[in-house]
């Protein structure tokens, strides 16, 4: 452990801010000066009710400071924003604290991951959680740490599983009472995945979900032979929760191996489905599958984004999810009844769904020796960067890729902390950089914002990008939409019509979710971009 700017610690920690109770983190949409959760609320709907920036100033947005991260790793984080001060990481695994109005830095904690530790895409983490004076990091190489919101000084650190078995963990962590859940990654080491739940005050784990059943278990049918003990199902993304059904869902990725079904015959649950739990005993209380026998890599990791909206005519508690299947879908998040789903990008692996809600496959579509082309390709239609619901538009906004993958076979067999995935699927055109697209096929491999009206699942607008995108997208009280791609720009469209009113060149991709906070009644928009993160504000 190592603490730096001592000098800055001591003299801010009285000015630091006060408890951040779980009261005030179910109620954040009384105070949207602050950003207390990844998603911006429990409810993870990624909407802020400042409204200071409007469609008619935010020409005048400029940039009021950037914090240099001294990492050259991915910089995937959303921060967090507690009464003035900003807490964000900067990769593998450095808590930073800023002064959320000047970008001054009060103080930074270093963990050095173990060298065991080989996440699959990137040694990269995306942010915190808080809860009372404490602040909680997962770690690359599967420890759960928890810090002292005012010194950075550890309180406690636990290990939560073996790095060198391809464990580690890479989102930020979700806080549910007087718990901190997280998920483990390494779905492409052939891991057995789980949720854990563990005591806020001292690092004790209360239960252990495990996303992949044992014998004996609901749901291990689905695994031929001892194939679960592989099964991945690894879980890379927040979950979120709703206090009045006290259920926590989260989204679970692949089976394993990724690209070769054949020694895993079955359904393969819980991998690429979303599980309800209750958050204070782990026990399943329902879950849907998107991609039974999943041979194409689509995690189910995306944030389970949730609204109270009209439904046919009545009111209805549902899920919206945007999955990486390229299938947009509507659930009852009381029950996990399927409500609706339609694709949002071009999709050719399924045609329909049968009247349970089961996707029913394309004869002949799956991985073969010679390679099979599918829609959408191998990073999915979206992938976990996340989308947002405006409760003022009603429209749910899709951050999206059009592409496809050339999907081959291959054979692999497990051995422990080694990949365990099968043969890497192959665009069938060079992917886009920097505006150069194909120009034989100049419809393949480009991003774009999509607004979809979750009561049909019909688009209503689309902002096509040059490049396809990794950002998250962030929508306000006013009507506008944030959101960045790959070739640095950052965006202000307006929510209703997807028109752009204002642009930054941030000079790196954008691979985070764009958050909005307030100071003095000043309000903030942040991004992370490159190796920085950049912070606007009306001049």
């Not at 001592?6 to 003299?11: I, N, R």
């Not at 009472?177 to 052939?190: F, H, L, N, P, S």
């Not at 996303?211 to 890379?236: C, L, Q, R, Y």
């Not at 999206?400 to 043969?423: D, T």
Request: aromatic share 12%; hydrophobic share 40%; with cysteine.
């Amino acid at each position: 452990m190592k603490i730096t700017h001592a000098l800055l610690v001591l003299a801010a920690a009285a000015s630091l801010p006060a408890q951040v109770s779980f009261d005030r983190i179910l109620a954040a949409g009384k105070e949207p000066q602050n950003w207390l959760t990844y998603s911006g609320s429990l409810m993870s709907q990624r909407y802020s009710t400042l409204d200071q920036i409007k469609p008619s100033n935010v020409k005048d947005l400029e940039l009021q400071w950037v914090f240099q991260s001294r990492s050259l790793e991915k910089f995937e984080a959303t921060a967090l924003v507690v009464d003035g001060v900003m807490y964000t990481t900067q990769a593998p695994n450095d808590v930073v604290a800023i002064d959320a109005l000047t970008g001054r830095v009060l103080w930074i904690y270093s963990w050095t991951p173990s060298r065991d530790a080989r996440p699959c895409c990137g040694r990269v983490n995306r942010g915190v959680a808080i809860l009372g004076n404490t602040l909680f990091m997962g770690t690359i190489d599967a420890h759960l740490i928890a810090l002292d919101a005012k010194t950075g000084k550890v309180i406690w650190n636990v290990k939560v599983a073996e790095a060198k078995a391809g464990y580690a963990i890479t989102h930020a962590p979700l806080v549910v009472k007087d718990k901190v859940i997280i998920g483990t990654a390494g779905g492409e080491y052939g891991i057995r995945g789980f949720i854990s739940a563990f005591d806020a005050a001292t690092g004790k784990e209360d239960w252990r979900f495990y996303t992949i059943p044992g014998p004996g278990e609901p749901g291990n049918e689905t695994w031929a032979g001892d194939s679960w003990k592989t099964g991945g199902g690894s879980v890379w993304m927040t979950g979120s929760y709703d206090p009045a059904l006290n259920l926590t869902y989260w989204g679970v990725g692949n089976p394993g191996p990724d690209w070769n079904g054949d020694k895993r015959a079955g359904d393969n649950l819980y991998s690429d489905s979303v599980v309800a739990l209750d958050p204070d005993t782990g026990k399943l209380k329902w879950h849907y599958q998107f991609s039974p026998h999943d041979e194409f890599d689509f995690d189910a990791v995306q944030v389970p984004v949730l609204a109270d909206i009209n439904w046919k005519g009545s009111p209805r508690k549902v899920m919206m999810w945007a999955n990486r299947n390229g299938l947009f879908y509507v659930i009852d998040r009381t029950t996990g009844q399927f409500l609706l789903g339609k694709p949002f990008v071009e999709v050719n692996w399924m045609n329909g769904f049968d009247e349970k809600g089961r996707p029913m496959r394309v004869p002949g579509k799956v991985p073969t020796p010679e390679g099979t082309l599918i829609k959408p390709g191998n990073q999915g239609g979206t992938n976990w960067y996340s989308p947002s619901f405006s409760p003022r538009t009603g429209l749910f906004y899709i951050p999206s890729w059009e592409y496809s993958s050339i999907y081959v076979k291959q054979p692999v067999e497990y051995a422990e902390g080694r990949l365990f995935a099968g043969a890497m699927p192959q665009s069938p055109v060079p992917m886009v950089r920097s505006g150069q697209i194909n120009q034989k096929t100049d419809e393949e491999g480009y991003g774009a914002v999509r607004a979809v009206d979750p009561n049909t699942g019909d688009p209503k607008w689309e902002f096509k990008m040059a490049d396809v995108t990794d950002s998250g997208i962030l929508t306000t009280a006013t009507d506008l939409l944030f959101v960045g791609g790959r070739e640095g720009y950052f965006f202000a469209l307006d929510a209703k019509n997807g028109n752009m009113l204002w642009k930054a060149n941030t000079g790196g991709q954008i691979s985070a979710g764009p958050m909005s906070y307030a100071v003095n009644g000043k309000q903030y928009i942040a991004v992370a971009s490159g190796s920085s993160l950049f912070v606007y504000a009306l001049r």
